[in-house]
């Protein structure tokens, strides 16, 4: 049999998957941030009419999986597969979220990354010939992160300038062999770089090596320049993060004249106190589901890159004086 | 493109992979107990001589997979992929390890059934197409377990009767589409199984019916009758679990007069006060790469049906009041 590897890094897909629908759920500042029309559902308050925190960011999985299944006309025992995670501890929101689910499934902990390690995980598994579509969703909830990385929000913690906001938001999509919409064509797998970064309130610093590290492995391993994609649009590094990024990249000798972030997009600094943008694994699914799979099919974008970026650590790691790995997927997915 | 699904939930892989090497480490009492001599490693005081229970948790990681490639005659930049999980918050066990290492790497959440989980992607992605060869490994350590699922170690608490113990180790296999070695031939990938259990010190029985579903799930799917097996071996249902697990087999026709338990075999309950037996990733990852793929390579055994499972919860849901949600996942393995 072929290897269907390029270099060291990349798959590319024997056939490209279709992106065949997919959906989103938010909370109340996304949805008045400038992404606001972007998404499916805003829920008022970010309970999502769940009782706790977690048990809402397990609804939000649920919503925003039954929104890309309604979209493609789908039921979940079409699914082959499901990939889902989420930032809690042990992965709660995912599992309770799939839980009495008919459907196979694997749990997954790539950080913010995660919805770039689940399309990279679910495009493998079906171009490998196993099953015809494979569902991903991944979420991130304001509330449960702070409550579990940082302070309580009772208690009222002032943030760093480079602090970022975990944005409270779910992503979810279905791939296909078969059927319309945007193509994956290749994916990119991530190695863990730490460049000794050990604020925790710096995640974008964190995570910058890992973006330039796949970025450049991917255009490497495909022989292309950045300027093959109409964009390049990286997970969450926020202002501060991106910054870092195209100066890492320059000093490789690959300037980008089209990145964006989805943690600079889905906030409006000037009228949204975030310091250095969004975070977390919802930031770049919601951005993905919304604005960037919707510009693929209106035409506004022909070849995307889309590279989410995660920060590996634990507040343990961080306490026993750790710094923070990073890592970042890339996906190649273009126009339908 | 076939489709190499079989029924739900099986995956029948086009051409069976080698379990190419493999290796282990473990911990004093796990080295105490009637496997003892099929560990590679035993370390005397557990940490692994490194300052934090966490730390000692990734050196078990990286000792593992160093292991394994060895025997192998491989170099770390010889695996095209590696797979990795652990039970700790964010998987930092995981993410630690694979550190610096030039490897494309996937976290996995998969709790107790990690190994499973990791086996069955690997697996997915080899016969694919993609790439030569993967590596797996996971861990678990009963400090950083007790610190983060219960108390402190200096609490000194007392355990329940249906209560099982974290095994400290790690394990690793080296999964390629060539050389020699016992062959993993399908894969069924569990779903998510919640019959109400709320008592998180029994987590045999909570298992038990995910067990019971995946099981006869991959009898449905192969059209095999339990006896194909010359062994069903189960990760970590512990006594209780298991006898569940043979009582809800026997309710669906499925008598099985060949079951086995990693959490059984891996302590002595005369001898080693671990009430219901072992569990944790660990757990299954040290009798896999000890006891049975040595006794496949030996001709102990034909066919091996391995079965990790897991218990989906976490501190925060049971605080929540939540069920523990459970998911076992099954590979068929025969020997050379």
């Not at 320059?250 to 906030?267: M, S, V, Y």
């Not at 920060?311 to 343990?316: F, G, I, K, Q, V």
């Amino acid at each position: 049999m072929t290897n269907k590897k390029l270099g060291r890094q990349t798959a590319a897909l024997s056939s490209p998957l279709a992106l065949l629908s997919w959906g989103n759920v938010a909370g109340k500042k996304e949805g008045e941030g400038p992404l606001g029309n972007t998404f499916d559902y805003l829920d008022g308050d970010d309970t999502f009419g769940e009782s706790t925190w977690e048990k809402a960011e397990s609804a939000m999985q649920r919503q925003a999986l039954a929104l890309a299944l309604n979209r493609g006309g789908l039921a979940v025992s079409q699914l082959d597969w499901l990939f889902a995670g989420d930032l809690l501890n042990q992965c709660i929101g995912s599992s309770y979220a799939a839980r009495g689910q008919d459907v196979p499934f694997f749990g997954l902990y790539g950080a913010c990354s995660t919805m770039g390690e689940g399309l990279a995980l679910a495009a493998l598994t079906l171009d490998g010939g196993f099953g015809q579509r494979a569902g991903v969703v991944v979420s991130s909830h304001f509330c449960t992160a702070e409550r579990q990385y940082r302070t309580p929000l009772e208690y009222g913690g002032q943030r760093t300038p480079t602090a970022q906001w975990t944005v409270t938001a779910s992503g979810a999509v279905v791939l296909a062999r078969e059927g319309e919409g945007p193509r994956l064509t290749h994916v990119t797998v991530g190695r863990i770089v730490d460049k000794g970064i050990t604020d925790t309130n710096n995640m974008g610093a964190a995570m910058a090596p890992a973006a330039c590290d796949t970025i450049a492995a991917h255009l490497r391993d495909t022989g292309r320049s950045p300027d093959f994609y109409d964009l390049i649009v990286t997970g969450d590094l926020g202002s501060l993060g991106s910054q870092l990024l195209l100066e890492l990249l320059e000093e490789e000798g690959l300037p980008l004249a089209n990145h964006a972030d989805c943690g600079k997009l889905i906030f409006d600094p000037k009228r949204q106190d975030v310091h250095c943008g969004g975070s977390g694994c919802g930031c770049c699914a919601a951005v993905l589901t919304g604005l960037l799979l919707n510009g693929l099919r209106e035409g506004r974008w022909r070849n995307l890159l889309f590279c989410p970026t995660g920060a590996l650590h634990s507040p343990t790691s961080a306490f026993q004086g750790e710094s923070v790995p990073g890592i970042c997927h890339a996906l190649a997915i273009t126009a339908p």
